[in-house]
C-alpha cells in the first residue's frame, strides 16, 4: 500500500511503524462558584508557570543539541504563556463566567486557532500549531494527564501520529526515531523545520495515516518525495534500501563542500545565497553554507501581529541578519510585498475580485508612502552595518521604478539632515516578476544596480496559471520556453549595462534547472537554505561552455518536458544528486 504526502525532510526511513494515539485533553465546561473563582485563577497560573519552567528545560536542551536557532520556537512558546491577550484572556473568562480554567483556556485558545487557520499564508496558518501546543501542555498540566515519551522504543522505529508538536520533536531521539509521518502540517510546520535540522526522514499531511497504519507494520518513508510504503515486498525494500545508502553516502559529500566556494569545473564562480523570512532564518543559512541572504521577505515581519512594526523593531531584524552572516555577506532586503495571498487584517484593504493582479508590493508602498519610508528609513540605517541591498518587488513598469526611488532619495536626504548613517553607496535592485518588466528589462537595468528574477510569479504571470491551481498545475512549468526565453531576456539585459542578475524564486535551487540557468549568464542563486549544497555540489561538476550549449539547445526545443528530458540526458549529475 502507497501513501503519499507533503515532503518535509529529505532522507529514507526503513523500520516497523510506531503508531502514537492522539491525546487530546477532554475538557468539560464546569461552573464554580463565586467564592472559588480566584483558587481557579491561580490553578491557571500555577499550570502556566509549571508549563513555562517545562519550557526553559526543552529550550536549553535544544540549544544544546540543534543550537539557539531552533530554540528560539522554545522562547517563543513561553513569550505566549505570558502573553495577556492570551492567558490574560482565559482567566478573565474564569473571572467573569466562573468556570473550570481548563474550559476558559481550550475557548480562549480555539478563538486565536480559529484566526490563524483562516488566514491565506500556509506560514500563518502553520503559527496555529504554537496556540495548540502551549495551551496542550497546560491542560495536561491541569488534568494531571502525562505526556507521551518518544524515546522508549527497543528499536528505531518509523514513528506515526496525527501531529507532532515541536516540543514532541525536539524531544525525538534520532537513534529510537528513523522517521516520522503525520496527517496534518506542512513543509514550514515547527516540526519539519526542525525535522530537516535534525536529519530525520519526514512526510507530513497525509490526513489519514494513523488509520491506515499499525504498530508493527514494516514502512519505507522517503522523505524527499513524501511517499510512504506500507509492508513492501522484499526486493523493494533492497531496492530503497540501496537508495538510502546513496543518500546518506551523498549527504556526507555535500557537508565537505560547506565552506567551499561556488565554483564550476571549468573555474567560474557565481554565488550561492538564501531565500529567508526572518531574523532566525540567516543562522541556518550560514550553517547550510549559503554566502548571504538573497531575499529577505519582510512581509513575515508585519504578519501575525495586529499593528505595523516600528522603524526600531524593523531596523533591529535587519542588523541581526547582517550581524548573524557577517557584515561583509551580501543581504538583499525586498521591501513590502502584500497582497496576493499574503494579507494584514490590520491593513484593512479593499478585497478585489484578483488580488495578484491588484493592489498589491510595490503599488500599494507607492500609495501608503509613509508606510513605506519607515522602512526605507530602517533598511538604509542598517546598510550601515552591513553590505545590505535593497529590492523593490513586482516592478511593472520604468515609472514606477523612479517613484520608487524619487521617494528614496527623499529619505535618504532626511537621514543626512538628521545627522544619521548609512551607506550612500548601497545598491538597489529590483524583482522580475511580470513579464512586462522583462520584456523592458533593457530599459530597467540602466536604472538599478542589479535584478533577482521572482520565478514563481514570473512563470504564473506568463501563464496565466494560478500556482495554487492544481487544476492548471501543468501550466506553472519554469522550464516552459516562453518562460527560459523571458530569463535569457533579463541576463542578456542585465549583462549589456554591467549590472548582475540573480533568481529568487524556487527554480534557482531546482537541479534541473541549474545547468540551463548557468549556461545563461546567472550570476546569483538564491534558495532555500537546505538547497545551497546540493546545488553548490552539481556546479562543482559543471563546465560552463558546455552549459552555453546546452541552453542554446535547451531554448530552441518546443516543451517543457522535451528541456528536461535533455537536461537528464546530458548532465548525469542531475540525477545522480537527485536520487
Not at 94 to 111: C, K, Y
Request: a negative charge.
Amino acid at each position: 500500500m502507497l501513501l503519499q504526502g507533503i515532503a518535509a525532510a529529505s532522507g529514507y526511513a526503513i523500520g516497523k511503524a510506531f503508531v502514537m494515539q492522539e491525546q487530546v485533553t477532554a475538557v468539560e465546561r464546569k461552573d464554580i462558584g463565586t467564592d472559588a473563582v480566584a483558587a481557579e485563577v491561580e490553578r491557571l497560573q500555577n499550570a502556566v508557570q509549571q508549563a513555562m519552567d517545562e519550557l526553559e528545560q526543552i529550550r536549553v536542551n535544544t540549544a544544546a543539541k540543534l543550537g539557539e536557532h531552533h530554540a528560539e520556537i522554545f522562547a517563543t512558546h513561553i513569550l505566549v504563556l505570558q502573553d495577556e491577550e492570551f492567558i490574560g484572556q482565559a482567566k478573565e473568562k474564569v473571572r467573569q463566567e466562573a468556570v473550570n480554567a481548563e474550559f476558559a483556556l481550550q475557548e480562549v485558545t480555539q478563538q486565536l486557532v480559529d484566526i490563524f487557520t483562516s488566514m491565506d499564508s500556509e506560514y500563518m496558518r502553520e503559527r496555529a500549531a504554537d496556540f495548540r501546543d502551549v495551551s496542550q501542555r497546560v491542560l495536561g498540566l491541569l488534568s494531571g494527564t502525562q505526556t507521551a515519551k518518544l524515546s522508549d522504543f527497543d528499536e528505531a522505529v518509523v514513528l506515526f501520529a496525527h501531529d507532532l508538536t515541536p516540543s514532541d520533536t525536539a524531544q525525538l531521539d534520532r537513534s529510537k526515531v528513523a522517521g516520522f509521518a503525520t496527517n496534518i502540517g506542512g513543509r514550514t510546520s515547527h516540526s519539519a523545520i526542525m525535522a530537516r535540522s535534525m536529519e530525520i526522514p519526514a512526510v507530513v499531511g497525509l490526513q489519514q495515516a494513523t488509520e491506515s497504519v499499525k504498530t508493527g507494520d514494516m514502512i519505507m518513508l522517503d522523505g524527499s518525495s513524501g511517499i510512504i510504503l506500507i509492508n513492501p515486498d522484499e526486493d523493494t525494500l533492497n531496492l530503497y534500501r540501496e537508495k538510502k545508502q546513496k543518500f546518506e553516502n551523498r549527504r556526507e559529500e555535500m557537508k565537505r563542500y560547506k565552506d567551499k566556494p561556488s565554483v564550476t569545473a571549468d573555474g567560474h564562480e557565481v554565488e550561492l545565497v538564501a531565500n529567508i523570512g526572518n531574523p532566525q532564518d540567516a543562522l541556518g543559512a550560514r550553517n547550510n553554507g549559503a554566502e548571504g541572504v538573497g531575499l529577505y521577505r519582510t512581509e513575515f515581519l508585519y504578519m501575525g501581529r495586529d499593528n505595523f512594526p516600528s522603524e526600531e523593531e524593523q531596523y533591529h531584524s535587519y542588523v541581526t541578519v547582517c550581524e548573524t552572516l557577517g557584515s561583509d555577506k551580501p543581504v538583499v532586503i525586498r521591501t513590502l510585498d502584500i497582497g496576493g495571498d499574503k494579507e494584514l487584517p490590520y491593513l484593512e484593504l479593499p478585497k478585489e475580485l484578483n488580488p495578484f493582479l491588484g493592489y498589491r508590493a510595490i503599488r500599494l508602498c507607492l500609495d501608503r508612502k509613509e508606510l513605506f519610508k519607515t522602512q526605507l528609513r530602517a533598511i538604509l540605517r542598517a546598510s550601515a552595518h552591513g553590505n545590505i541591498k535593497l529590492m523593490y518587488p513586482m516592478i511593472s513598469a520604468i515609472t514606477e521604478l523612479r517613484e520608487a526611488n524619487a521617494i528614496l532619495a527623499e529619505t535618504k536626504a532626511e537621514l543626512d539632515e538628521e545627522g544619521i548613517a548609512y551607506n550612500k553607496e548601497m545598491e538597489v535592485g529590483m524583482m522580475i516578476e511580470v513579464p512586462a518588466a522583462a520584456i523592458i528589462a533593457d530599459q530597467l537595468a540602466k536604472e538599478v544596480d542589479f535584478f533577482s528574477i521572482g520565478t514563481n510569479d514570473l512563470v504564473q504571470y506568463t501563464m496565466a496559471a494560478d500556482r495554487m491551481n492544481e487544476q492548471v498545475s501543468h501550466l506553472t512549468q519554469p522550464f516552459n520556453p516562453a518562460v527560459l526565453r523571458l530569463i535569457r531576456m533579463v541576463i542578456d539585459a542585465a549583462h549589456k549595462e554591467g549590472k548582475w542578475a540573480g533568481m529568487c524564486g524556487e527554480m534557482a535551487g531546482n537541479l534541473k534547472a541549474v545547468p540551463i540557468l548557468l549556461g545563461l549568464g546567472l550570476d546569483e542563486f538564491s534558495m532555500s537554505a537546505s538547497s545551497v549544497l546540493p546545488v553548490r555540489v552539481l556546479l562543482s561538476r559543471l563546465n560552463r561552455d558546455e552549459m552555453k550549449q546546452l541552453a542554446e539547445e535547451a531554448l530552441a526545443l518546443e516543451t517543457a518536458e522535451e528541456i528536461q528530458y535533455l537536461v537528464v540526458k546530458r548532465v548525469a549529475a542531475v540525477q545522480e544528486l537527485s536520487i
